[in-house]
């Protein structure tokens, strides 16, 4: 089974429409890492979370860690045209390993 | 300078070609990274340097051969490549191993074709 769940797989918004996504680890996180991607280039770095609880916010974007640190949430308020692209959650599972592993993405479509 | 630069963004070689890709980073970040992306995957770890030494190589096949020559900038030596090597490579790179107190910057990636 997947390490890394993300869901969902796929997103169509209406521009204006708030959207969340998850990603679900079946191991404990000692870091959980959000990125953006446009197909076909790079990741953009949009957040970094480490603790229990916490919770981070840029411009409309939003993303928690769960108490339990084993799930993530990506929320974007009153979605952009801008905002579509590849959203990828990265995991760091501890140990002497020192890769992130990743979810398999959420393609986001923000129609005007 | 907050980037990783990865040159060439496109490079189609053949089978029997050698060539090179290079990652450069200015931020003093002593972790560097490669990752291969297939179309429509995420991401996979490939190699791990850290302090300019190899950590972590995972499995990968010999006709790939990663080069730190210093502490900015990472190689990817590539020879008798196949079809199926053909994907999205990214760099990246991090303060520390764990990436925890910055995170982990990517770099745009190089897209190769091997025909």
């Known amino acids: 089974s997947q390490e890394l769940e993300q869901s969902p797989q796929s997103l169509i918004v209406q521009e204006g429409k708030n959207l969340t996504i998850n990603c679900t680890s079946s191991k404990t996180l000692y870091g959980l890492y959000w990125y953006k991607q446009k197909y076909g280039e790079g990741l953009i770095f949009l957040m970094m979370?480490?603790?229990?609880?916490e919770e981070k916010s840029h411009e409309k974007i939003t993303a928690k860690l769960d108490e339990k640190k084993q799930q993530s949430s990506l929320h974007i308020t009153a979605s952009q045209p801008s905002h579509a692209g590849i959203y990828l959650c990265?995991?760091?599972?501890?140990?002497?390993?020192?890769?992130?592993?990743f979810g398999k993405g959420t393609l986001l479509t923000v129609n005007p | 300078d907050t980037e990783v630069t990865q040159t060439p963004k496109h490079l189609v070689m053949g089978m029997t070609n050698k060539k090179s890709l290079k990652c450069e980073q200015h931020?003093?970040?002593?972790?560097m990274y490669w990752y291969k992306q297939k179309a429509k995957k995420p991401p996979e770890l490939m190699f791990v340097y850290s302090y300019e030494k190899l950590s972590i190589n995972e499995s990968v096949p010999s006709r790939f051969s990663p080069e730190c020559p210093n502490s900015s900038l990472l190689n990817l030596h590539l020879h008798a490549l196949q079809p199926e090597d053909s994907a999205l490579y990214l760099c990246a790179s991090s303060q520390g191993l764990r990436g925890r107190r910055h995170g982990y910057t990517f770099g745009s990636g190089t897209r190769l074709t091997v025909v």
């Open positions: 990265g995991a760091d599972h501890g140990g002497s390993n020192y890769k992130l592993t």
């Open positions: 979370l480490q603790k229990g609880g």
């Open positions: 931020m003093g970040h002593r972790a």
